[in-house]
């Protein structure tokens, strides 16, 4: 069984959502990517997402598309992305992984070979923002004959194409709460509990809700609507405020705490 699944099953069995942090690997450095995801999932987190840094990227606001900008001064690939979660596994990690890309470098590496490599590498599913439904079917059927669920999101501006792309869904739909690229709000889309009541009824998976979510008041605003919440940009930007831009490892332990309490926070968890 794929291991989204088996965390969303176990997390429902328990009565408990899913904290599903965002990061952007190398950003400060993959040294420290490899400490963040073990000190997340220390901290309660229960699936991540391992964001790509991509030049041109559509959904992301200022604070990842900052983060983006210092890995790709790095030169993180896709490639190196992968290979951080491989690396986490190795050290014991049970996460089920996730990665944000856009088409390009999909493309570019071709479908067959990504995905081949994402099996290998245990990665359990991947969100493609700039893929719509109406052009998924050869990405979806390479994800599916290696087992990697291709995970869709749905805008409240999706209107009729809800029904169509919630049924389709694998993993689980990733509901966005608010108008617009992702970054820290006070308020969401004003229809947001009419929305996610829709999505739920025509899903047959979990249902997520991520883009603008930032503290515990509002995690728990979306626990009774939803079953997980991802946080991007609010741990992105605790990420540039606790880490030094530059090679971070685990002789800075003070930051990474910082982190691991502000997930744990999030979670609810005493951690």
Do not use: W
């Not at 990517?33 to 959904?59: F, H, Q, T």
């Not at 970054?183 to 979990?206: C, H, K, N, Q, Y």
């Not at 540039?240 to 968890?269: M, R, T, W």
């Amino acid at each position: 069984m794929n291991r989204i699944d088996s965390r969303f099953a176990e997390l429902k069995a328990r009565g408990e959502t899913a904290m599903m942090p965002f990061l952007t690997i190398g950003d400060p450095s993959i040294e420290a990517s490899l400490e963040l995801i073990l000190e997340m999932e220390r901290a309660g987190a229960d699936l991540i997402e391992l964001g790509v840094p991509y030049s041109d990227p559509l959904a992301d606001g200022p604070v990842i598309q900052r983060s983006s900008e210092r890995a790709l001064k790095r030169k993180i690939s896709i490639f190196d992305v992968i290979d951080v979660a491989k690396q986490a596994r190795a050290r014991g990690s049970e996460l089920p992984f996730i990665l944000f890309t856009y088409y390009n470098p999909v493309l570019q590496i071709g479908l067959d070979r990504i995905f081949k490599v994402m099996q290998e590498n245990e990665i359990s599913g991947i969100i493609i923002p700039d893929l719509p439904l109406e052009e998924d079917s050869e990405t979806r059927s390479i994800a599916e004959k290696y087992g990697v669920h291709l995970i869709p999101l749905v805008a409240p501006t999706s209107n009729a194409r809800v029904q169509r792309i919630a049924a389709s869904a694998r993993g689980f739909v990733y509901c966005v709460s608010s108008l617009g690229v992702t970054g820290e709000r006070a308020e969401f889309f004003g229809g947001i509990e009419d929305f996610l009541s829709t999505v739920r009824e025509a899903a047959s998976v979990p249902i997520v809700v991520g883009f603008g979510i930032s503290s515990r008041e509002q995690v728990e605003r979306f626990e009774k609507l939803c079953d997980g919440v991802v946080v991007g940009s609010a741990i992105v930007r605790t990420i540039e405020n606790a880490l030094p831009h530059f090679e971070v490892d685990a002789a800075h332990p003070e930051g990474l705490k910082q982190i691991g309490s502000f997930v744990g926070q999030l979670k609810g968890s005493n951690n």
